[in-house]
């Protein structure tokens, strides 16, 4: 009966152990699940914070491709709202008035269509080579906005003027070329103000300097001959002392 009792002892002990590994046993798997979620969520949350700093960055070095139609789109359609009944007295101005601003219109498309198709086809080549940055998708649409905008001067100008859609575009880039000259001129003639506004600047400088200097010079001059006197004064009442 002793033993019998010792082995169902020993049984229970033995019950009792293995109730308390598996305890310990999923008290670890607890506590390794809930440190494979904290890495998981920490990782996640430093990728999301990197994305924020380099869209932050990206904005702050004005990687953002900002772009948008020239002024001159919302002037001729609020002309177009405006337009008189062809052959009344009003017409001849509006006609003219419409013609100058489409032109115009075209001359600005020129400004910005050649940037944004360099800058297309650079994008387009880092694109089949796998590298797909973040302004991909703002410049193709940016390209096509402005494709169908240049569509769309040549067909209000064609309506305007029949046979100046086929043509607006080449009159507009012979504009371009000619204000590109202007500015260019304007741009040149501003650095070379700016030079001589510098180099004015900077001899005012040294003379500032050279005056400066000959104050300090003379000070320094008048100092030394006030020491020289007061030397010499010195000097003589010594020699009156030694005759009395």
């Given at each position: ?69 020239p002024k001159e789109v919302c002037q001729y359609a ?9 052959g009344s007295a009003a017409y001849p101005d509006w ?48 390209k096509m906005l402005i494709e169908k905008e240049i ?94």
């Amino acid at each position: 009966m002793a033993t019998e009792e010792c082995i169902e002892q020993n049984n229970c002990e033995s019950t009792i152990e293995e109730d308390i590994v598996q305890e310990v046993l999923t008290a670890e798997q607890a506590l390794t699940l809930v440190f494979v979620v904290i890495v998981s969520v920490s990782i996640v949350a430093f990728l999301y914070h990197k994305y924020n700093e380099r869209r932050r960055k990206q904005e702050s070095l004005g990687l953002k491709y900002n772009f948008a139609l020239p002024k001159e789109v919302c002037q001729y359609a609020e002309l177009l709202k405006k337009e008189p009944e062809e052959g009344s007295a009003a017409y001849p101005d509006w006609h003219k008035n419409a013609s100058t601003t489409l032109f115009r219109r075209a001359v600005m498309d020129l400004m910005i269509y050649p940037q944004i198709l360099k800058d297309h086809q650079r994008h387009e080549r880092l694109y089949k080579t796998g590298i797909v940055l973040d302004l991909h998708e703002d410049i193709k649409r940016a390209k096509m906005l402005i494709e169908k905008e240049i569509a769309m001067v040549q067909q209000e100008a064609e309506l305007l003027n029949p046979g100046w859609g086929r043509v607006i575009f080449a009159q507009a880039r012979k504009r371009k070329e000619q204000l590109d000259v202007m500015r260019a001129k304007q741009e040149a003639e501003k650095a070379k103000l700016m030079a001589l506004k510098a180099e004015k600047k900077l001899k005012e400088e040294q003379k500032r300097k050279e005056i400066l200097e000959k104050e300090k010079e003379a000070k320094r001059r008048e100092k030394l001959a006030q020491e020289l006197i007061a030397e010499e004064e010195k000097e003589k009442a010594r020699k009156g002392k030694k005759k009395n």
